[in-house]
Nanobody, 119 residues
Framework: QVQLVESGGGLVQTGGSLRLSCAAS????????MAWVRQAPGKEREFVAA????????SYADSVKGRFTISRDNSKNTVYLQMNSLKPEDTAIYYC????????????WGQGTQVTVSS
């Protein structure tokens, strides 16, 4: 089992920045890709970004490329999502997930953290 706990969400104005963290515990994460997925009110979950626990491969949704950066700290078992130039359409619950494929499906999910961008 893998446990994932997100933090760092909050309320920010348009153009602002936030950094989300996902602390992982449990079994070894080396086989997994770690992803951020978001869900806005009334919409389906949407892939945001992913990073392999080993190596340097990353992937981003077109809507966040150039604004968001995913990274990890293996020593802390933590994955980060640095979000810059935030827009109101980025408002959503952001989930951390772990699985075998970049775009899912994912085996493990965190509880989510709310990000609200005011206009």
């Amino acid at each position: 089992q893998v446990q994932l706990v997100e933090s760092g969400g909050g309320l920010v104005q348009t153009g602002g920045s936030l950094r989300l963290s996902c602390a992982a515990s449990g079994r070894t994460l080396s086989p997994y890709v770690m992803a951020w997925v978001r869900q806005a009110p009334g919409k389906e979950r949407e892939f945001v970004a992913a990073i392999w626990w080993t190596g340097s491969l990353t992937s981003y949704a077109d809507s966040v490329k150039g604004r968001f950066t995913i990274s990890r700290d293996n020593s802390k078992n933590t994955v980060y999502l640095q979000m810059n130039s935030l827009k109101p359409e980025d408002t959503a619950i952001y989930y951390c997930a772990a699985g075998g494929k970049t775009m899912g499906p994912y085996n493990y999910w965190g509880q989510g953290t709310q990000v609200t961008v005011s206009s």
